[in-house]
C-alpha cells in the first residue's frame, strides 16, 4: 500500500519559516518523482516544487524560486521543503504527490501523479 504523509505545517508570520516533510512508504524515489501542491480555498491545487531523484532534478514555480528549497532523504524515504520568506499568499492546504518517472505530464501539473498525501494547512498571517 502506497501512502504519502504530509506534516509541519502551521501558522507563521509573514518574512516566517515552515519546513514541510513527506514521508513515502509503498514507493521508491527510483521510480517517483515527489512533488509539492497547494490549494487555497476556492481554487485550483497548483504545482509549488518537484523532486526527481533518478535523474537529481528539481523544479520551482516562478512564485517560490529563492524562497522554497525541496530536498530528499533517500534513505528515509522522505521529502522536505523549505520555506523562507513566507507571504501571505503562500497560505494554503500543501500536498505532496507521487509522480511516476517517465510521466508525459510535465512535473508541476497535478495531472500525473497518481498517489496524494492527506495535506497539511499552511497559513501566513501578515
Known amino acids: 500500500e502506497v501512502q504519502l504523509v504530509e506534516s509541519g505545517g502551521g501558522l507563521v508570520q509573514a518574512g516566517g519559516s515552515l519546513r514541510l516533510s513527506c514521508a513515502a512508504s509503498?514507493?521508491?524515489?527510483?521510480?517517483?518523482?515527489i512533488g509539492w501542491f497547494r490549494q487555497a480555498p476556492g481554487k485550483e491545487r497548483k504545482g509549488v516544487s518537484c523532486i526527481s531523484t533518478s535523474d537529481a532534478k528539481t523544479y520551482y514555480v516562478d512564485s517560490v524560486k529563492g524562497r522554497f528549497t525541496i530536498s530528499s532523504d533517500y534513505a528515509k524515504n522522505t521529502v522536505y521543503l523549505q520555506m523562507n520568506s513566507l507571504k501571505p499568499a503562500d497560505t494554503a492546504v500543501y500536498y505532496c504527490g507521487a509522480l511516476p518517472v517517465g510521466s508525459i505530464w510535465g512535473p508541476l501539473d497535478w495531472k500525473g501523479y497518481n498517489y496524494w498525501g492527506q495535506g497539511t494547512q499552511v497559513t501566513v498571517s501578515s
Open positions: 509503498g514507493i521508491t524515489f527510483d521510480d517517483y518523482a
